[in-house]
């Protein structure tokens, strides 16, 4: 009688893990979410980057992220036992962005607005930009895989844009390139720019090819009297379970008569900063990873102490740290990015500036802006 009880105990087990099985291969290759792949032709001509090979995308300088028992034992009991300030203690209000404001600001003028995370508003010679627009409430292909937003609302929706001239992809991650938002953005963009391979992803979502432009390190591009040159960062890509730097990342220079702007994506800290420094700095602004580390993974994300030496390497006026008060993404709590990062910046005397989310900073005129500890107040809420 036992061993026929164990016997259909097993038996059912064996059912759950198959259909659970069936359901997830089911869910990786047929959700969208997953975007698209690279053609044989493609992978063929990415080798002659110099930085492909055995259809992946490499850095300049060697990753380490080792996979063994003690790091995984490790990552484990970080998961499970985060720091306890993790996430806010409540909903962080946003500042709002009012649509009617959109360009409502001089020629010779440039506005930098934060959504949250790595994304952004710029208005800047005349044009409407988005940096890495992601709107959804979770960096991840399904609710059940990721943690909600710390704050339940955006500073300004898709719906509330009417026109985008240029959305620019720093890189495939969920926490930068975002399904739903592309989906909603696609009939408003003018232009997308992205990293090699991201352009996949796009065209499984019905981006129409002639709004894409796919680029590679140092690649460099004229939108009227823009330029928008991609540059390296020193990181990896993936959205799935086997397509793991199937696609580039990198960084992002802005610049035009009245603004130099460096958006660093993601990346661990590394020689490539200086070398942008010195081929396109001074920048006016330097919006800068600061966020989501670990020792764990140390070379693809930078510490905020990194993260403010990066600045001055590029030469920048002015350091926005980013990558931080959105998504939980570490083990660290949700301040500790912003806390070292304005310590290490008096330190170097390198001037930062820290805004509420759906804050905006202007150019020029943007090193008078305030030092606001906002989050300060978000840390008291019970």
């Known amino acids: 009688m036992l061993k026929r009880i164990i016997k259909r105990v097993f038996a059912f087990l064996g059912i759950v893990i198959s259909l659970i099985t069936i359901v997830g291969v089911a869910f990786v290759n047929l959700s969208p979410q997953f975007g698209g792949h690279a053609s044989d032709e493609q992978k063929e001509a990415y080798t002659a980057t110099g930085h492909y090979e055995d259809g992946v995308f490499t850095n300049k300088e060697m990753i380490i992220m080792e996979m063994n028992c003690h790091s995984i034992s490790a990552m484990i009991k970080e998961t499970i036992n985060p720091d306890p300030n993790v996430a806010p203690p409540d909903n962080i209000e946003v500042e709002k962005f009012d ?3 959109l360009l409502n600001i001089d020629v010779e003028s440039s ?19 988005l940096l890495d627009p992601v ?4 960096a991840a292909p399904h609710p059940l895989l990721g943690r909600a937003r710390f704050n339940k609302e955006m500073p300004i929706t898709i719906a509330d844009i009417p026109h985008v001239n240029a959305v620019i992809i720093s890189h495939g991650h969920y926490d930068h390139l975002d399904y739903e938002s592309i989906i909603e953005l696609r009939d408003k963009v003018e232009h997308f720019f992205v990293p090699l391979g991201v352009g996949n992803h796009l065209r499984r979502w019905e981006v129409a090819e002639d709004k894409i432009s796919e680029m590679d390190w140092w690649q460099e591009v004229q939108l009227d009297q823009m330029s928008i040159v991609f540059t390296p960062s020193r990181h990896i890509s993936g959205r799935g379970l086997t397509d793991q730097s199937a696609t580039l990342w990198g960084s992002w220079v802005i610049q035009h008569q009245y603004l130099s702007l460096y958006f660093s994506g993601d990346g661990g800290y590394g020689e ?19 966020g989501q580390y670990n020792d764990l993974w140390a070379d693809v994300h930078m510490s905020p102490e990194q993260t403010v ?4 390497d590029v030469k920048t006026d002015l350091m926005v740290p980013i990558h931080w008060g959105s998504f939980q ?20 005397n390198v001037p930062i500036a820290t805004p509420n989310i759906g804050e905006s900073i202007t150019s020029p005129g943007h090193l008078n802006l305030s030092f606001d500890p906002w989050w300060e107040e978000e840390k008291r809420k019970n």
């Not at 570490?330 to 310590?343: F, G, K, L, N």
């Open 309 to 312: 030496q990066a600045s001055l």
């Open 329 to 348: 993404l570490a083990t660290h709590s949700w301040t500790d990015p912003v806390e070292r990062a304005t310590v290490e910046a008096s330190n170097k």
């Open 111 to 129: 506005r930098v607005t934060w959504l949250g995370h790595s994304s952004f508003l710029l208005e800047t010679a005349g044009k409407v930009i």
């Open 272 to 290: 490539h900063f200086k070398e942008i420094g010195e081929q396109y700095g001074r920048f006016d602004i330097a919006l800068m990873e600061c």
């Open 135 to 138: 709107f959804g409430q979770y």
């Open 99 to 101: 649509p009617k404001e």
